[in-house]
């Protein structure tokens, strides 16, 4: 399945013979008349041959990563089960018949009803697998809890900041509203972000091809550990700098390496659960710090102890750190990095540990040795980074992929997360107060992440985006405009309006900007790109964490809170028209639509976008019945003899 029109020539352009009036009624529907409304449009030969050879390898490669077994008889996957499990000497001989029967299984998981030979007891344990997906192993529970875990010690690691830094900043001198204090207060609260975006997310190959999965989770966790820690003993704006720079070290690698791991460890029937799930653990981390910025509040200094609160603040972090250091190593090897090493005996003992099943661990492990051999048989022209520039699907996806991790940060969410205390107490508020409220976003940030698990596959990403950028970009000028309320004669309506503004931007961000961004950019790349997609975006978001950090102070200082939240609001509204235009819907669709929508030429798409704004004016404005327009049409086409089965990118994402 794919677009008919979409080729590969050095400039990126589509066929010069084709005329726009044919592309764009091929692609985009008339206006919404039944009039105008085209049938089902038939590809001719002539389209079809425009196909490049190129892009049919291209299609070919992804059809072939979404599922290398697709094409095969029963009796063939048995021989090659067979085949495998001796070469390898993977388990003993009874384990023979578990990967005959498991490399049938690897083809399509959910048809286990199909496989002749199962007992019973065996059909009973995989039909359990899909009707009661979170009955699983208990030893598979504590990797679920392990990965958790880390995503929570990024949140606090985040923000505990957020409340020590009123305190410290005084002690270090660097408190005031001159120029130096203010860029200085931003450089110590973003160096985690710039160690991230320039040393540590580029640390995530190297670490896990030495140290594994575990190795490098108990790697980063340590760094995370000592820094936190020696944070608490920093007496120097330059020396609380170089503390938390070394942060970043443990909270990039980690950031990249530990979804990587709940993918490869858990079953299909839950695995895209669980990989979403690191936002919503990643809030309550967040939650958390603001939680110990509290606890602390109260104590006193002891003698020849200065700023002992914000020193245990600071260092409090490191708790759930240590935690996952107690337990990291109870917890199996990723099977697959014992598999991409060779060593197959050890990648089923470990898969063996984490199914209920002999069959369901050769089943899975089955299908990532044909993955693997998949991944290592490709043969591309230029390189992958090549790839995602010079192909026009892929440098659509990548388009969309950096404007939402690039929003991610511009939408302004993380002014709120790390400097929320001191906007507080601009505000008029007590510093216990100031802690309180902001524990009271940590709360939202949190409570809000949940729905979003299952709001991002009904309503959508893109229209998660388009509904609440403009309400975060108004919430935002709400804030900001809230301290005109004179402070003297209204100060509870003063603070009111702030923190009712910062909340209610909680709110629409948490189903919004907060997940959509790594859901999307996991989903829009194709197969054979999409971990170098993936790096550039992760690369992306922190880098632009660091901007926003950095300059908070000073835009404040100033702007004024007034001009500083209009400022972010504003990039809201660019967002807004950013996803408009420039941003594919990737929900529920399979590989092959997916090809068709990024193959959708940009300008077609943007004018598409534009078109919406009347139509939904007419539709729920002035409640007309206009029916919506359909971007592309849905085509067959056969790319090359062999037939790949493609299962939906949903699905997709759950395989390993």
């Known amino acids: 399945m794919a677009d008919p029109m979409r080729h590969d020539n ?25 009039e105008h409304r085209p049938s089902q449009v038939n590809i001719s030969d002539s389209r079809r041959a425009s196909v490049t050879a190129a892009e049919r390898a291209r299609r070919n490669l992804n059809a072939k990563l979404a599922n290398p077994l697709a094409g095969y008889s029963h009796a063939e996957l048995e021989q090659l089960g067979e085949e495998y499990a001796l070469k390898n000497q993977v388990g003993e001989m009874e384990d023979v018949r578990a990967f005959r029967l498991g490399a049938v299984l690897a083809q399509d998981p959910a048809r286990f009803d199909t496989v002749k030979g199962l007992e019973e007891g065996e059909l009973a344990i995989l039909r359990k697998e899909f009707t009661h997906r979170w009955s699983q192993p208990r030893l598979l529970y504590l990797v679920i809890i392990l990965c958790s875990t880390c995503a929570a010690v990024q949140g606090m690691d985040e923000t505990v900041v957020n409340g020590a830094q009123i ?30 975006a320039f ?47 070394s942060l970043g070290l443990g909270i990039g690698p980690k950031s990249a390496t530990v979804p990587i ?58 708790l759930p750190a240590v935690i ?86 511009f939408c302004g969410v993380n002014v709120i997360a790390y400097y929320s205390s001191q906007i507080f107490l601009d505000s008029g508020l007590s510093e216990i107060s100031a802690l309180s409220a902001s524990l009271g976003f940590g709360i939202i940030n949190w409570l809000f992440a949940i729905p979003a698990v ?33 402070l003297a004669t209204k100060r509870t309506a003063h603070v009111a309006c702030i923190a009712l503004g910062i909340y209610l931007f909680g709110i629409v961000y948490s189903p919004g900007e907060g997940p959509v961004p790594f859901t999307y950019s996991a989903e829009a790349y194709p197969l054979y790109v999409r971990s ?32 500083a939240f209009g400022w972010y609001a504003a990039w809201n509204g660019i967002g807004f028209f950013l996803v408009l235009l420039f941003l594919p819907e990737t929900k529920n669709k399979t590989l092959e639509e997916l090809d068709q929508v990024f193959s959708v030429p940009t300008h077609v798409h943007a004018a598409y976008g534009l078109r919406q704004i009347p139509y939904f004016f007419r539709r729920y404005i002035l409640r007309q019945h206009v029916e919506p327009e359909i971007l592309y049409q849905r085509e067959e086409i056969d790319y090359s003899d062999q037939s790949y089965s493609q299962e939906t990118e949903h699905e997709a994402d759950k395989r390993v």
């Not at 005084?170 to 110590?188: A, D, H, K, M």
């Not at 820094?227 to 700098?241: I, R």
């Not at 044909?370 to 591309?380: F, N, Q």
Request: some cysteine.
């Open 10 to 34: 050095s400039s990126g352009e589509y066929e010069k013979s084709t005329k726009n009036q044919t592309e764009h009624a091929d692609y985009v529907d008339r206006p919404n008349y039944p």
């Open 454 to 486: 299952y709001t991002i596959d009904t309503f959508g990403r893109r229209n998660l985006l388009l509904t609440t950028f403009p309400l975060m970009g108004l919430f935002l000028l709400f804030t900001g405009f809230s301290f005109w309320i004179p």
């Open 199 to 245: 040393i540590g997310c580029w640390l995530t190959v190297p670490y896990n091809h030495w140290f594994g999965r575990r190795g490098t989770i108990f790697i980063t966790c340590t760094f995370s550990a000592l820094a936190c820690f020696w944070q608490g003993f920093t007496n120097t704006w330059w020396h609380m700098f170089i503390a938390r720079f």
């Open 167 to 196: 305190f410290y900043t005084r002690q270090f001198g660097i408190s005031g509203n001159s120029s130096r204090s203010s860029w200085l207060t931003g450089l110590v609260n973003s160096a985690p972000y710039l160690c991230c």
């Open 324 to 409: 996952v250091l107690l337990f990291v190593f109870l917890c199996p090897e990723s099977p697959r990095w014992y598999m991409s090493r060779g060593r197959h005996g050890k990648a089923y003992s470990s898969m063996c540990r984490l199914r209920y099943n002999k069959i369901q661990a050769a089943r899975d492990v089955f299908y990532m040795h044909t993955l693997l051999e998949a991944e290592s048989g490709m043969k591309l022209g230029q390189s992958k980074i090549m790839e995602m520039i010079t192909v026009p699907r892929n440098r659509r996806a990548m388009v969309g992929s950096e404007i939402v991790m690039f929003m991610q940060q």
């Open 261 to 318: 791991y709940a993918a490869e460890c858990t079953p299909p029937a839950i695995r895209g659960a669980l990989v979403m799930q690191w936002q919503m653990w990643t809030a309550f981390g967040i939650m958390f710090g603001y939680v110990a910025d509290l606890v602390f509040f109260h104590v006193p200094d002891k003698p020849n102890i200065t700023g002992l609160r914000w020193r245990l603040m600071m260092a409090s972090a490191m």
């Open 532 to 563: 170098y997609g993936m790096s550039l975006a992760t690369a992306t978001t922190w880098f632009f964490n660091f901007v926003l950090s950095i300059t908070w102070p000073s835009l404040l200082r100033a702007f004024k809170p007034q001009g």
